[in-house]
């Protein structure tokens, strides 16, 4: 699959309470794809988040799965101007406690998303 990250946007938003809703969107011309591998749009599997507070980081204690290279059924493809979300709970994978939490989509090289600018979450 060609590397489209330039043509697709990533933005994170709290969803309530411990989860978190990721969008990609196209914002080129063109049509552009992604892998859903390393994202939220097939669960997590990896330490796809980089969750923090007072600058210090969570660790990961979720699932690190390890799979056969990706196939075209693993992608998906956006029009120009398409969005997709996908909403995920952090804290089967994060032991997130009360207070406030910045958090940042962790992009990679499988995926072929950017990483998203950090958003804060308010847990009570």
Same mark, same amino acid.
Request: aromatic share 10%.
């Given at each position: 699959m060609p590397d489209h990250a330039a043509q697709l946007h990533v933005s994170l938003a709290p969803a #309530? #309470? +411990?989860s978190i809703t990721m969008t990609v969107r196209n914002v *080129?011309? !063109?049509e !552009? *794809?992604?892998c859903r591998?390393? +994202?939220p749009f097939e669960g997590v599997r990896n330490h796809i988040f980089v969750v923090t507070r007072d600058? *210090?980081?969570l660790d990961y #204690? #979720? $699932?690190?799965a $390890?799979? !056969?290279a990706p196939g075209p059924e693993d992608h998906t493809t956006l029009q120009p101007g398409q969005s997709v979300d996908a909403t995920v709970d952090l804290v089967p994978h994060w032991p997130l406690t009360r207070g406030t939490w910045t958090v940042r989509y962790r992009g990679t090289s499988i995926s072929g998303l950017d990483d998203s600018e950090p958003v804060e979450i308010e847990v009570s």
């Open positions: #309530g #309470g +411990t *080129s011309d !063109a !552009a *794809s992604f591998y390393h +994202t600058g *210090s980081e #204690g #979720g $699932k690190m $390890k799979r !056969a």
